[in-house]
Nanobody, 126 residues
Framework: QVQLVESGGDSVQAGGSLRLSCRAS?????MAWFRQAPGKEREGVAL????????TTADSVTGRFAISVDNATNNLYLQMNNLKPEDTAMYYC??????????????????????WGQGTQVTVSS
């Protein structure tokens, strides 16, 4: 069991930056950020296969968002730059174990992680 607690969400103006943090209680080899806006499905934002340090971002955030993990603490981060109003959503941290690179990516595409945080709200105003 891995417990996850997100923080760092806030209200910012378009063009601004935020850094989300996810405190993890243990090691996970596959970690990700998802977001869910009101009335929309939860979508994958960024993924990291921790074992190899390989990352993936959704097309909508590529070049603006970056995912990283602190291997000493197992904590996950999401650096968000040049924020847009369409980035407004609840952001969730997710994690899983016993992953391969392929299964980690598959989990992300299917929103199929065993461990989830409670979410942190990001609001971007124009």
């Amino acid at each position: 069991q891995v417990q996850l607690v997100e923080s760092g969400g806030d209200s910012v103006q378009a063009g601004g930056s935020l850094r989300l943090s996810c405190r993890a209680s243990g090691y996970s080899d596959c970690m990700a950020w998802f977001r869910q806006a009101p009335g929309k499905e939860r979508e994958g934002v960024a993924l990291i296969y921790v074992t190899a340090g390989v990352t993936t971002t959704a097309d909508s955030v590529t070049g603006r968002f970056a995912i990283s993990v602190d291997n000493a603490t197992n904590n996950l981060y999401l650096q968000m730059n040049n924020l847009k109003p369409e980035d407004t959503a609840m952001y969730y941290c997710a994690a899983d174990t016993r992953s391969t690179a392929i299964s980690c990516y598959t989990r992300w595409t299917r929103t199929d992680f065993r461990f989830w945080g409670q979410g942190t709200q990001v609001t971007v105003s124009s």
